[in-house]
């Protein structure tokens, strides 16, 4: 008897274990072909629009104006017109330059900002972790003012030139990428265990080598999202960018926006090469997310370590 209840036992644990077929079964919500419609619908939302932008971006100007779907002949003259009738060399270049730093400094400074304000306890930290939460609610269009002005003191009164310059921008979105990098890797850590930390600490870490050693290989996910988050903020902004910069120093969001107003009264636009512009442009955040969506997924799902 207790041989057939270890056998039931066994199989049971076995239909059910993650990633069985059983498991997928009940943890599924959805029948399959229902699922296969929604999917097939959301793609298709997400892939039709792409697919016309490219074509598009092949098609003549007149074609696109007539309304053609697909082009009557393909050229891809407009992808090599666009580096000198767009200025997208300079303008990409600028935010490869601004967002990757905001990037990278952004990612760096929160997981050591975070450790210390989940591992220690201090006078003033609930206070410090709920100001993080309220300035995610402070709309940007708010604060242009205020931060070209205070820029403008700083020329003023110190002799440093910040509006227009590269690091100004960098100053400015590393303001806002910060709080909300901080607040997602607080959250991260809060699930890695602490003996691992105490481990190394009885090895004779400090807590410099800890955060390095231990912390930090643990938190890639998490780094790596508060860091794409932050590089997405730059990559995208054309509110900060097109009042903070100068025509050598503005990004390729402001390039394809000047391009686009450009464009406004003329006989027929330029759709082709506006076309191919937003898709150079959106290509470095495809491959960024190709490149990384592995730990995109770990991050975004955070759990800390099993």
């Not at 919500?29 to 932008?53: F, H, K, S």
């Not at 009738?85 to 905001?102: D, E, F, P």
């Not at 242009?144 to 009164?157: D, G």
């Not at 120093?249 to 464009?263: D, E, I, K, Y």
């Amino acid at each position: 008897m207790s041989t057939a209840t270890t056998a039931v036992g066994r199989r049971s644990s076995e239909n059910f274990r993650p990633g069985s077929k059983r498991q997928h079964e009940v943890t599924k919500l959805l029948p399959g072909p229902v699922l296969a419609i929604i999917l097939t619908v959301l793609c298709a939302l997400v892939l039709i629009p792409v697919l016309y932008i490219f074509l598009a971006s092949v098609n003549s100007d007149i074609g696109v104006a007539r309304g053609e779907f697909f082009p009557s002949s393909f050229s891809f003259e407009n992808y090599s017109t666009i580096w000198s009738s767009v200025g997208l060399a300079t303008g990409l270049a600028n935010s490869v330059l601004v967002a990757g730093s905001t990037a990278v400094v952004s990612a760096l400074m929160s997981i050591a900002t975070a450790y210390v304000l989940v591992r220690y306890q201090f006078r003033g930290r609930l206070t410090i972790l709920r100001g993080l939460l309220a300035l995610q609610s402070v709309p940007g269009t708010l604060m242009v003012l205020p931060v070209f002005v205070l820029f403008s003191s700083a020329a003023s009164y110190l002799g440093i030139q910040v509006i227009g310059t590269q690091w100004g921008l960098f100053v400015t979105y590393l303001t806002f990428a910060m709080p909300f990098s901080t607040w997602v890797m607080v959250t991260y850590l809060r699930g890695l265990p602490r003996e691992l930390e105490e481990a190394a600490r009885i090895d004779g870490a400090s807590n410099l080598g800890v955060l390095v050693r231990i912390i930090l290989p643990l938190s890639w996910p998490g780094v790596v999202v508060s860091g794409i988050f932050a590089f997405l903020l730059g990559w995208n902004d054309v509110l900060f960018a097109s009042v903070m910069t100068r025509p050598e120093s503005q990004t390729a969001a402001v390039a394809l926006q000047l391009f686009g107003a450009a464009q406004e009264g003329g006989a027929i636009p330029f759709y082709g090469q506006m076309m191919a512009a937003s898709l150079v442009c959106a290509a470095p955040v495809v491959i960024l997310y190709l490149i990384f969506q592995r730990y995109l997924v770990g991050g975004l799902t955070a759990g800390g370590v099993k």
